[in-house]
């Protein structure tokens, strides 16, 4: 029995750390694809300013 729970043990942390790794990727791909958002906003901002006689930059 001893051995059973130390094998679920181990199993349970292993499933839970691959777990958190994927997360660590899951959560970067949505930071780039917010930050790609973004950037896109500011380009079209950019682009308004630009048409207006402005200097064609929102910073």
Same mark, same amino acid.
């Given at each position: 029995?001893?051995?059973? /729970? ?6 349970t942390a292993? *499933? ?7 997360? /660590? ?12 958002q973004i $950037?896109?906003?500011?380009? *079209?901002?950019?682009? /308004? ?5 402005? $200097?064609?930059?929102?910073?």
């Amino acid at each position: 029995m001893h051995d059973g /729970v130390i094998k679920l043990g181990t199993a349970t942390a292993r *499933g839970f750390g691959g777990a958190m790794h994927k997360m /660590v990727g899951y959560a970067s791909d949505s930071m780039r694809g917010t930050i790609r958002q973004i $950037n896109r906003g500011i380009r *079209g901002i950019d682009a /308004v300013l630009k048409q207006f006689g402005g $200097n064609g930059s929102a910073y």
